[in-house]
């Protein structure tokens, strides 16, 4: 097994791949959580690589090479530019990966935390992904960024614009915003993750919508699913792991 650490039109990157696999060989872009980096998921890659998939792995903006040492606060701040930039720097990854000569092999999605939030807002955008996995991830960002407002109030924060300013920043997270149009899943094949003790991303408002979104893949009820913990908060851990990385590698395949 091959960790190349390589650059991709200026977006650091992990390459994670063995001697098996050629130009047909699946991909998954996996995404990382805030304030982590690229190789903190290298457990994931090590999983999809044993059962045949390529993996590549990115640092997010203002993450892991690119870190600029903000503040925690000043991080949080940026948290949304970091997710829809991450959004469009996937299309980019797969624009090289066409470029490299893998652009006939089926693509996942997936990711952690920030990751799985951003995982989402790709499956709304790109109709080239062939299956996701949403870990620990909110695909509601109008409903998350609003818990994560009332979180700042309650905390003290004072944040940097005014309502109207807020108000387009909410307009503009809807243009990404999954919930508001369910039939861009396709019925493409998604796993969720989540721990019922999350708190940093609330476990019922995923679950809710998961509840919500069965109703569109009833001719295929095994394309979508979802796994919970009752004991995991903000963590997965490696039963977690292990299910994701079989179900991507399963619809991958």
Same mark, same amino acid.
């Given at each position: 097994?091959?960790?190349?650490?390589?650059?991709?039109?200026?977006?650091?990157?992990?390459?994670?791949?063995?001697?098996?696999?050629?130009?047909?060989?699946?991909?998954?872009?996996?995404?990382?959580? +805030?304030?982590?980096?690229?190789?903190?998921?290298?457990?994931?890659?090590?999983?999809?690589?044993?059962? =045949?998939?390529?993996?590549?792995?990115?640092?997010?903006? %203002?993450?892991?090479?690119?870190?600029?040492?903000?503040?925690?606060?000043?991080?949080?701040?940026? +948290?949304?530019?970091?997710?829809?930039? @991450?959004?469009?720097?996937?299309?980019?990854?797969?624009?090289?990966? /066409?470029?490299? =000569?893998?652009?006939?092999?089926?693509?996942?999605?997936?990711?952690?935390?920030?990751?799985?939030?951003?995982?989402?807002?790709?499956?709304?955008?790109?109709?080239?992904?062939? $299956?996701?996995?949403?870990?620990?991830?909110?695909?509601?960002?109008?409903?998350?960024?609003?818990?994560?407002?009332?979180?700042?109030? /309650?905390?003290?924060?004072?944040?940097? +614009?005014?309502?109207?300013?807020?108000?387009?920043?909410?307009?503009?997270?809807?243009?990404?915003?999954?919930?508001?149009?369910?039939?861009?899943?396709?019925?493409?094949?998604?796993?969720?993750?989540?721990?019922?003790?999350?708190?940093?991303?609330? +476990?019922?408002? $995923?679950?809710?919508?998961? $509840?919500?979104?069965? !109703?569109?893949?009833?001719?295929?009820?095994? /394309?979508?699913?979802?796994?919970?913990?009752?004991? !995991?908060?903000?963590?997965?851990?490696? @039963?977690?792991?292990?299910?994701? $990385?079989?179900?991507?590698?399963?619809? %991958?395949?």
């Amino acid at each position: 097994m091959y960790v190349q650490d390589d650059m991709w039109k200026g977006i650091p990157l992990l390459h994670v791949y063995d001697d098996s696999m050629n130009e047909q060989t699946p991909v998954v872009i996996f995404l990382h959580g +805030f304030q982590s980096a690229k190789e903190h998921n290298l457990h994931y890659a090590y999983q999809l690589v044993q059962n =045949g998939v390529r993996v590549i792995m990115p640092d997010a903006y %203002l993450h892991g090479v690119r870190d600029e040492q903000l503040s925690e606060v000043k991080m949080n701040i940026h +948290f949304w530019e970091i997710v829809m930039k @991450s959004i469009h720097e996937v299309n980019t990854i797969y624009e090289e990966l /066409k470029i490299r =000569g893998f652009g006939d092999s089926k693509i996942g999605i997936a990711g952690s935390s920030m990751g799985g939030i951003v995982t989402a807002g790709c499956l709304n955008s790109y109709d080239w992904i062939s $299956t996701a996995a949403i870990c620990m991830g909110a695909p509601g960002y109008v409903e998350l960024a609003n818990y994560q407002l009332e979180q700042f109030g /309650k905390m003290g924060v004072k944040l940097p +614009f005014d309502e109207k300013q807020k108000e387009a920043i909410l307009n503009q997270l809807s243009e990404y915003d999954i919930t508001k149009n369910l039939n861009r899943f396709k019925q493409r094949p998604v796993i969720f993750w989540h721990g019922h003790k999350d708190v940093t991303v609330p +476990f019922k408002n $995923t679950y809710h919508f998961y $509840t919500q979104l069965r !109703s569109h893949y009833e001719q295929s009820p095994e /394309k979508l699913k979802f796994v919970e913990s009752k004991s !995991s908060g903000h963590k997965v851990p490696r @039963s977690g792991v292990l299910a994701v $990385t079989s179900f991507l590698s399963q619809h %991958l395949a």
